[in-house]
């Protein structure tokens, strides 16, 4: 699943030469992604998770918690991802 939040990250990007890695911020002072970018990430995964079958919830109470929120990184959003695949399977 990390291929997949990386290469929707990548696509939102203005600056494409930008690294993406499964440590790269989405919430804090390094963020890659302005609030609207990282609103339009959340759509396009739930775009991607009707495809395979369920329903992605990004709006969970600790989704802006610096500390726990599923978008910290982009592998902490990758694991929330198929966390929540596998659940409705």
Do not use: H, Y
Not at 43 to 71: P, Q, V, Y
Request: include cysteine.
């Amino acid at each position: 699943m990390i291929e997949l939040v990386i290469e929707q990250v990548r696509e939102l990007l203005k600056d494409k030469s930008q690294p993406v890695t499964g440590e790269t911020a989405l919430i804090g002072d390094s963020k890659i992604l302005d609030s609207l970018g990282l609103v339009e990430l959340c759509l396009r995964l739930e775009d991607e998770a009707t495809d395979l079958g369920f329903e992605f919830d990004w709006t969970s109470d600790t989704a802006m918690s610096r500390n726990r929120s599923m978008f910290r990184t982009v592998s902490a959003l990758a694991v929330e991802f198929e966390s929540q695949q596998q659940a409705k399977s």
